[in-house]
C-alpha cells in the first residue's frame, strides 16, 4: 500500500509499506479523508514535543470499514471516524476514566505511525461510528473533539466572558462550543484574516486584534469585569505567559495549546485572581459523541472550516505552503 512518511523536519517522502494483517478485535479501515493539523505541521516544521523521526503522520481520519474480526457494532462497509489515542488501559489516568492523559498514551501520526497510508489497522474500542455524517465531515470530528473537550475542562457556564486566544481551527472551535455552552465570547488574534473569518463565518461578534491595547478593550467589553474563562489555542510561549493579564479574579485558564518551553508569569498577578489553571489534552469519546450530536443538530458546520483540499500524492509538494500565512490556510484536507 502506499504510505507518506515525514523522514526528517521538512522533508516528506512516498513510500511502499506492508498491508495492516486484520487480529481479533481490530477492524481494518481504507482511509478517505485525512485533516491537516496544526501537530503534522509543528512536525514538518520540526517544533512539536513529544515527536521523533521517520513518523508518518495524520490522526485525523475518516475510513471505510473493509475487514472486521469480533469488534461489536461495526460491520464492513461503516464510515466511521477514529479515536487516534491509544491507552493503556491500567494506568492512574486511564482507570479514572481519562484514557485521553493515559502515562502511556500513543497517538496515531505522534507517538506511531498515523493514518497517511491507504490502509490502517484500528482497536474496534477506538472506532467511532460516523452516523450518516461524510466523510469530510468526520475528518473533523477529532479536533473538533479537542475543542470540545476543552471548553468542558473549563466548565462554561450560560454568560460567562469566555476569551479564545488564538483563531486556529482549535481556537476557532472552542469558540463554537464555548457558544452553544452558552458563552458570551471574545476572540483575539495577530492575524486580521482569521479574526474576520471568526467574525464572517462563525459569528463571533467580539474579534480584536492582539497587537492593540487588548487589555482595554476586553475590559470595554465585558463591563470591567473581565472573562472569567480563558482559552489559549495559540500554542505560543508569549501569548500563554500574557493570558493570565486578561482573565478575571476566580477566573478558570485553561491551556489547548501546547508549546516546548516554560510557562512563566507574576506569581502575584496569578495568586491574587485566585486562579484556575488547567491543561486540556486531546478528547474522550464523549467529546466525540457531542461533536457529532452538534454537527447531526446543525450546530457545528466541519466544511466551514476546510479552505484547501489537496490529493494525496501531492502532499509532499504542496505542504510547505500550507505554513505560509499568505495562504490563508484554516484547514486543509487531504482526499485518498
Not at 481519562?98 to 484500528?122: F, R, S
Not at 477529532?142 to 470540545?148: F, K
Not at 477566573?251 to 484556575?276: A, C, D, N, W
Request: net charge neutral.
Amino acid at each position: 500500500m502506499k504510505t507518506l512518511i515525514c523522514t526528517t523536519p521538512g522533508n516528506f517522502e512516498y513510500g511502499l509499506g506492508a498491508m495492516p494483517q486484520l487480529q481479533p478485535g481490530y477492524a481494518i479501515i481504507k482511509i478517505k479523508k485525512i485533516g491537516i493539523c496544526g501537530t503534522d505541521l509543528h512536525a514538518f516544521e520540526g517544533t512539536q514535543p513529544y515527536f521523533t523521526y521517520p513518523r508518518i503522520l495524520g490522526h485525523e481520519l475518516a475510513g471505510e470499514i473493509v475487514a472486521v474480526d469480533e469488534v461489536p457494532g461495526f460491520k464492513t462497509g461503516d464510515i466511521v471516524t477514529v479515536i487516534p489515542y491509544e491507552n493503556c488501559g491500567t494506568c492512574i489516568a486511564c482507570r479514572a476514566g481519562k484514557p485521553n492523559c493515559c502515562e502511556q498514551i500513543a497517538v496515531l501520526g505522534v507517538h506511531k505511525d498515523g493514518g497517511m497510508v491507504e490502509y490502517l489497522a484500528v482497536p474496534g474500542r477506538l472506532l467511532v461510528q460516523g452516523e450518516g455524517l461524510t466523510p469530510e465531515q468526520l475528518a473533523l470530528v477529532e479536533p473538533l473533539s479537542v475543542s470540545a473537550h476543552g471548553i468542558r475542562r473549563a466548565g462554561v457556564e450560560t454568560g460567562e466572558y469566555v476569551l479564545v486566544m488564538g483563531a486556529g481551527p482549535i481556537g476557532l472551535a472552542a469558540m463554537e462550543f464555548a457558544r452553544i455552552a452558552g458563552a458570551q465570547v471574545i476572540c483575539i488574534d495577530i492575524h486580521e484574516k482569521r479574526l474576520q473569518f471568526a467574525n464572517r463565518a462563525l459569528g463571533i461578534p467580539h474579534v480584536l486584534n492582539a497587537n492593540g491595547d487588548i487589555a482595554r478593550q476586553i475590559k470595554d467589553i465585558t463591563g470591567g469585569d473581565m472573562p472569567t474563562v480563558v482559552i489559549d489555542a495559540t500554542g505560543n510561549q508569549k501569548a500563554i505567559n500574557n493570558g493570565i493579564h486578561y482573565l478575571a479574579h476566580g477566573g478558570r485558564y485553561v491551556l489547548i495549546g501546547l508549546q516546548k518551553e516554560l510557562l512563566m508569569f507574576s506569581h502575584p498577578e496569578f495568586h491574587k485572581r485566585e486562579t484556575t489553571l488547567m491543561s486540556s489534552r486531546n478528547a474522550t469519546r464523549t467529546d466525540f459523541e457531542q461533536v457529532i450530536r452538534c454537527i447531526k443538530e446543525g450546530l457545528v458546520r466541519p466544511e466551514t472550516y476546510i479552505t484547501h483540499r489537496i490529493k494525496f500524492g501531492e502532499v509532499k509538494t504542496a505542504f510547505r505552503a500550507l505554513l505560509d500565512p499568505h495562504n490563508e490556510v484554516i484547514k486543509a484536507i487531504v482526499d485518498m
